[in-house]
């Protein structure tokens, strides 16, 4: 833990007290996102201290130019940024022609943010002294909208508390922006035209190179007290900026306020011609719900969410928030609703990363996205990788695979692989293994065979292709190896025969030669189709199994156990107990060089292969390996706890796997890997739902059966959730006696509760 400063509550996030030096931090924790675009938590008044400006459109991006110093064939040309948007949320306000800035303020109290999950909005108020001695307090709610997902709103109040005063709001739009995280400095957008009419501006703007068009657009109401309040505004333009200016007088006590509404169309979704008359169209609806209108539709919609997505727990507030603080961020960041989009590693909360789409959505969010939603949204994201297989057939043939031999990329935003680190683009290849995984795993969970021949098949085949390639006959070994490669734990580059690479790259094979028989067997149309488009022979299917069932998987007959690479047991094997803990986190102290000869481990490796093929190990093996390899590894990927929870969940360690799920679900709230203020990490976000689901919960499908062997921690008094299984929706609620299920649905439903069969009753509690 780095910082404690978000007060403990069960529906909320919660600053008190002004801290400059927690600004940036904050602007990521209390973001908003609807699934189409987002909003990091920026003042709307000027602010002249450190912040982090961040608006974002999904799907909409920029080619930045590659930056290395030196330059390896194949490298990709640029890194896909998801690019900050043009600033929509600004409101300057003077007070007797002085900024509000609490960076300049004489005095700042009362300083409050509340970012209420429960319902989908976001408020700030305190209470500040400009440098003129007038006192002011002021109060904002923001919410950008579930049901119009093109318009964000803001309410904004501002009551003179020492003096009367005059007050001048000035909401405007600014497309003059810059990108945190560029390579270049380049400009990504180009301002089209900037318009207004009755109260109303547009900003129309071009992205370079990609040719994205967007029109930011807002319209603002002002109110003296309660009463709408009819002026003039005086309008300011620039070639990329407008600002609309406001002035009232108002009395000591009374009351201020602006209601701006605004946001963004994007040609992905209007005509270019028609992005003007579109945001007309949003701007009507929007005002004429007015904020208090949009702020009901708002909870009713989360309420909808929160009906499947919640999981309660009593006994522990912090463990509570940062359950809901995951969920909350993910639904924020994507809903499902645009097959075209996927899911970023900071989501809408900042740029690190710069790409739409990393292996993280396969490992980690499908099982989150089956469960707690419809499961067309789990095969839309299946299918946003069947669409870009042309790409990842092409990304492997710029390196030299051939014959349809298909590579993911490691980071993407179109299928392309964008990623520029060498350790990553080219050896962090386990990422296919991600993709197939999540294709048996959709299928096992939810019971649809029907995507693997109409879509799932292809994808297989041309990812046993390039393990088929990758792979090489060693006659020293007298097996195939898999040569040169960086496995999930990225503290070790370039090694040789890292086991999860190709243990999962040996499953992948065989997995896709188990489909290709069932869909023989059961539907030869679609078998002659599949393999003629594809041409694949019996031929070729033979010497894919040549390499699955011959490949070196590194062992250690000393330890028995796997070994992460072939040389792990080279390094001097220190426990990070034994390290000096002022050299944590290593990634920040240590060049690269001392941590890729330590014996350190970034995340979960060999874990997660445990994690993955539970089935494929004896609970012996894990706790062998668990207990060999959790020793060294500093879990400085938001990706590695949860893993870690669920495996100790699973060998019955509570205590370990309760400071594990800690860990994961406030690592952002307590900025455990001291970035925070770069955004949160969304994707590893669901990994914490798991750690709760299939570690404490101990959910799997075992022989096409729902699953459970449920543990509590001894913090929680009871913790409760429901999941979405094959169309029934299904509570669990476990406390320290026994187990509740209660079933949604029309049918009954057989399900494993430690091993033994319980038959589950529509509307009837069933306790264990």
């Known amino acids: 833990m780095n910082q404690d400063y978000i007060q403990p509550d069960n529906w909320s996030i919660i600053e008190e007290g002004f801290d400059a030096n927690r600004v940036k931090s904050s602007e990521s924790l209390f973001s908003l996102g609807n699934g189409a675009m987002g909003q990091r938590a920026n ?119 020492n003096a009367d005063a005059d007050i001048t709001f000035i909401p405007y739009l600014d497309a003059g922006i810059t990108n945190e995280d560029s390579n270049w400095d380049d400009t990504f957008w180009d301002t089209v035209s900037v318009s207004e009419e009755k109260n109303k501006a547009f900003v129309h703007s071009r992205t370079m190179k990609t040719d994205f068009n967007v029109c930011t657009f807002m319209e603002s109401t002002v109110y003296l007290d309660d009463t709408k309040f009819e002026i003039s505004e005086r309008i300011a333009k620039t ?28 040609s992905t979704n209007h005509d ?40 309660a727990i009593e006994g522990d507030i912090k463990a509570q928030q940062g359950i809901r603080f995951n969920i909350f961020q993910l ?122 021949p109409e879509k799932g098949l292809e994808v297989l085949i041309a990812i046993a292709r390039f393990w088929h390639q990758r792979a090489n006959f060693s006659e020293e070994k007298n097996s195939h190896v898999i040569l040169g490669v960086t496995g999930p734990n990225e503290y070790e580059n370039n090694v040789n025969n890292n086991w999860y690479t190709n243990y999962i790259a040996a499953w992948c094979i065989n997995y896709a030669m188990e489909q290709i028989k069932i869909i023989e067997s059961t539907s030869e149309s679609d078998y002659v189709r599949i393999m003629h488009k594809v041409k694949l022979s019996k031929c070729e299917i033979g010497k894919w199994e040549e390499v699955a069932s011959n490949m070196f998987l590194p062992f250690s007959e000393k330890h028995q156990v796997y070994l992460q690479q072939d040389g792990f047991l080279d390094k001097e094997l220190v426990p990070v107990s034994e390290m000096d803990q002022g050299h944590r986190p290593i990634n920040q102290k240590w060049s690269w060089d001392r941590i890729l000869r330590s014996p350190y481990i970034k995340q979960a490796d060999v874990l997660q292969g445990f994690y993955f093929f539970e089935d494929h190990f004896s609970e012996e093996q894990l706790e062998r390996h668990f207990d060999f390899y959790e020793p060294f590894t500093v879990h400085e990927s938001s990706l590695s706890p949860c893993v870690h929870s669920i495996q100790a969940a699973k060998l019955g360690r509570m205590d370990q796997a309760y400071e594990f799920y800690l860990r994961t679900s406030r690592l952002d709230l307590d900025d455990y890997n001291h970035e925070v203020e770069e955004g949160c990490h969304i994707t590893s976000m669901a990994g914490t739902w798991m750690s709760i689901v299939e570690g404490f919960g101990g959910m799997r499908v075992v022989d096409n059966t729902l699953s459970f062997s449920p543990k509590i921690p001894k913090q929680w008094k009871t913790y409760a959730f429901k999941i979405n299984f094959r169309g029934q929706m299904l509570k669990i609620s476990i406390c320290h006696s026994g187990y509740t299920f209660h079933l949604e649905g029309e049918k009954s439903l057989d399900i494993l509760v430690n091993g033994n069969i319980v038959k589950v009753t529509p509307n009837l509690e069933i306790t264990v």
Not at 241 to 262: D, N, W
Not at 286 to 301: N, R
Not at 400 to 415: E, I, R
């Open 43 to 161: 003042f709307e008044e000027d602010y002249s201290g450190a912040t982090f400006q961040g608006s974002y459109i999904a799907g909409v991006y920029y080619p930045d130019k590659t930056r290395v110093g030196w330059w390896k064939n194949g490298y990709p040309e640029y890194f896909a940024k998801v690019l900050n948007a043009p600033n929509w949320i600004g409101i300057k306000v003077l007070i007797n022609g002085v900024s509000l800035d609490l960076h300049t303020c004489q005095k700042v109290s009362d300083f409050k943010r509340v970012l209420n999950m429960k319902e989908g909005f976001y408020e700030r108020s305190f209470k500040a002294v400009l440098s003129n001695g007038i006192e002011v307090a002021v109060q904002s709610t923001r919410l950008l909208s579930l049901s119009y997902d093109e318009v964000g709103a803001i309410d904004y109040q501002v009551s003179p508390l």
């Open 239 to 266: 070639e990329k900026s407008i600002e609309f200016s406001y002035a009232l007088k108002v009395a000591k006590g009374q009351t201020a306020s602006i209601h701006k509404f605004a946001g963004y169309t994007v």
């Open 331 to 452: 639904n924020q960041t994507y809903l499902g609703k645009d097959p075209r989009l996927n899911i970023g590693p900071k989501g809408f909360t900042g740029e690190k990363y710069g790409g739409s789409t990393y292996w993280d959505t396969e490992a980690y969010c499908i099982p989150f996205y089956m469960a707690t939603k419809d499961q067309k949204v789990a095969r839309n994201l299946l299918e946003y990788r069947y669409h870009h297989l042309d790409k990842a057939i092409e990304n492997a043939a710029k390196l030299g695979f051939s014959n349809g031999a298909a590579l993911y990329p490691m980071v993407t935003m179109n299928g392309e692989e964008s990623h520029n680190e060498w350790e990553i683009t080219f050896e962090e290849i386990h990422r296919n293994g991600a993709i197939a995984f999540s294709i048996f795993n959709y299928v096992r969970y939810t019971g649809d065979f029907t995507y693997i």
């Open 272 to 311: 270019i011609e028609n992005l003007v008359d579109a945001a007309k169209t949003v701007l009507e609806k929007a005002t004429t719900l007015g904020v208090d209108g949009l702020l009901s539709a708002q909870k009713k919609a989360w309420a909808a969410i929160w009906e499947m997505a919640d999981i």
